[in-house]
């Protein structure tokens, strides 16, 4: 079983993944990033959904949102969100290598590092292929990854955040000539240790714009952060938006 397909990864650190923080942060990203905004009746499709941390605030702006996650455990989640919160969202549980609507979708959005989760490059280039064959005539992919340039300048540094109950002890190891990044979580909770090890595909702004390139897309452009800044030293992530001209 590959990491991402274990149901009890997900669930035994949702509360790094999917805090409160990060809940409160993709609500505010969606009402103020200018690469976010949608209008009411905007068909989104976010890919790795999760717990819908961008399914609710989106649905509330009036966007027809269509979650896709493999776990269902973060299916659940999502369902009672969205309930919570009183809006309505499409929820599927499919394989984003396989998962395909064609021209349904007016944005198709992947955040917080969704991107890059398989071993062999071709199925992550699979991914955008299929989010090519989602989008309408003018519709646009958004993906949101750590690359290269930025984890340079901090990589390697074992990081300790603390959590309901306990710490997380997280280490970053560069594998295989900087292609994939291997992090290694530990959750202690009192005399309860859990261990965790997450492997991603990584990518520099020129890999991934070609990556977008390749599958169909036109209008590449890289930006540094949610703001539209530039990808330049002082980025703090790497964010490509690609446009399906036809």
């Not at 295989?176 to 240790?193: A, K, N």
């Not at 390139?213 to 452009?221: I, K």
Request: some cysteine.
């Amino acid at each position: 079983m590959h990491w991402y397909e274990d149901d009890d990864l997900w669930v035994g650190f949702a509360s790094v993944m999917f805090s409160a923080r990060r809940e409160a942060e993709a609500a505010e990203l969606v009402a103020t990033s200018p690469l976010l905004q949608v209008a009411a009746g905007t068909r989104v499709l976010d890919l790795a959904c999760g717990p819908g941390l961008h399914v609710v605030p989106l649905a509330r702006r009036g966007a027809e949102v269509t979650g896709v996650d493999l776990s269902p455990a973060m299916l659940d989640r999502a369902r009672v969100a969205c309930e919570r919160a009183g809006v309505r969202a499409r929820l599927v549980r499919a394989d984003m290598r396989e998962y395909v609507d064609p021209g349904a979708f007016d944005l198709v959005i992947s955040m917080y590092t969704s991107f890059g989760y398989f071993t062999d490059p071709d199925d992550n280039l699979r991914v955008l292929r299929n989010a090519f064959a989602s989008l309408a005539p003018g519709g646009r992919l958004l993906v949101d990854v750590l690359g290269k340039e930025v984890l340079a300048s901090w990589v390697g540094r074992p990081q300790a955040v603390d959590v309901e109950g306990g710490t997380v002890f997280m280490r970053d190891t560069i594998l295989d000539d900087w292609t994939r990044l291997r992090t290694d979580w530990t959750l202690v909770r009192g005399d309860t240790v859990r261990r965790a090890s997450i492997v991603s595909y990584l990518y520099s702004a020129a890999e991934l714009r070609a990556l977008f390139e390749a599958a169909g897309f036109s209008d590449v452009e890289c930006f540094g952060d949610f703001d539209a800044a530039a990808y330049d030293n002082h980025a703090r992530r790497l964010i490509v938006r690609g446009t399906r001209a036809s």
